[in-house]
């Protein structure tokens, strides 16, 4: 195994990469990186700026040129920006129309809050009809309007919308960005590779290996608990790289470390044993390697590894249930979610 480079990046270095990505796109507590560049420095545009950096949604980044801004918000760096005029405060001094550039993808992320960006200037929006108003009626010159109206909207009473959830989370409240992702790539990665290492066996059957391990005075329980072990240790060094590995990088809670740790040996095990099988039945390295991917990942698939089992309607969640996979991650939700021990996961 150590002697594979290739063998090391797939047990040891792409899981986490996985894990990062997966909580990156769909864990919990993501804001937004939301570029932004100011060209004028005018206070009407600064206001804008506060606003926008005082929304608790979004990961602002002041940017300085909008070459750089556009192409953030391209490669994806940045998941939208905003540009604020040279000509902002001009144009609103002078009665006239000031815009103000919004950049984005055509992803849901954006969509959904484009809006929020369309708020806030809706409001400053309103602050500057109010002061022409006032303008106009010869009360009072602008930037002097402007202020008492900014004073008048904060102490005004609007309408007050309060957003409450019922029922139960489905995840629960404080579930971590990567707590979801981590334990599906620790089941998904056990199997996979505990399958795939099933032409392992095959060479070491077609090479004559097995034939000589024979002649000698090993028992065939020894040469079976030999090969299996092997199998149980791979899995095992894996499992613990990347608990270990999530846990320090990703700052994954396992919750109870005794019952997570059994939990951990009985999925090396089904996956040794799982390996140990193809070895026995496939004649084939290549064939062996191959299937070994291709019944790994739709394992993965079927038992909740690659789509939550919370969004999974009932039938699916029975049929879900004929892979270990799913068995695995009902045991780890408990632990990570709900705090159980080892009797909850009994």
């Known amino acids: 195994l150590v002697r594979d ?9 792409f899981p986490m990469l996985l894990i990062l990505v997966l909580g990156a796109a769909f864990g919990g507590g993501f804001r937004p990186k939301v570029a932004v560049l100011d060209e004028g420095g005018g206070p009407f545009a600064q206001d804008f700026v506060a606003e926008i950096v005082e929304n608790e949604d979004f990961n602002v ?6 070459a750089g801004l556009l192409e953030d918000v391209e490669r994806g760096v940045a998941n939208m920006g905003v ?4 000509d902002y ?7 006239d129309v000031a815009t103000v550039e919004f950049v984005g993808r055509l992803d849901q992320i954006v969509v959904q809050y484009r809006s929020t960006i369309e708020a806030i ?7 500057f009809r109010a002061a022409r108003f006032v303008e106009d009626e010869g009360l009072a010159e602008f930037e002097e309007a402007v202020d008492s109206a900014r004073l008048v909207a904060a102490s005004s009473i609007g309408t007050n919308v309060v957003l409450e959830s019922t029922g139960e989370s489905v995840f629960g409240e404080d579930l971590g960005q990567f707590d979801l992702g981590a334990p599906s790539m620790l089941i998904l990665f056990i199997f996979l590779t505990s399958l795939a290492g099933s032409a392992a066996l095959i060479n070491t059957r077609r090479l004559g290996v097995s034939r000589r391990m024979v002649s000698t005075p090993t028992s065939i329980g020894q040469i079976l608990r030999g090969e299996t072990g092997g199998r149980f240790a791979i899995a095992m060094i894996q499992g613990l790289f990347i608990m270990v590995g999530a846990a320090v ?15 951990l040996i009985l999925m090396a095990l089904v996956g040794a044993g799982g390996g140990m099988l193809m070895g026995a039945i496939f004649d084939n390295d290549e064939q062996a390697g191959s299937m070994g991917v291709f ?22 969640v029975k049929i879900a249930h004929l892979t270990p996979h799913a068995w695995g991650l009902d045991g780890f939700a408990e632990l990570i979610r709900r705090g159980g021990t080892v009797a909850d996961i009994g």
Do not use: H
């Open 89 to 95: 405060d001009a144009s609103l001094v002078a009665g």
């Open 121 to 127: 200037a809706a409001d400053q929006s309103a602050v």
């Open 295 to 316: 019944i790994g990942l739709g394992l993965a698939a079927l038992g909740g590894c690659m789509v939550p089992m919370e969004v999974f309607p009932d039938t699916m």
């Open 249 to 263: 990088a990703f700052d994954v809670r396992w919750g109870n470390l005794f019952a997570a740790s059994l939990l």
């Open 5 to 13: 480079p290739s063998t090391i990046f797939f047990v040891f270095i």
């Open 61 to 66: 980044v002041i940017y300085d040129d909008s």
């Open 83 to 86: 540009v604020i005029p040279v």
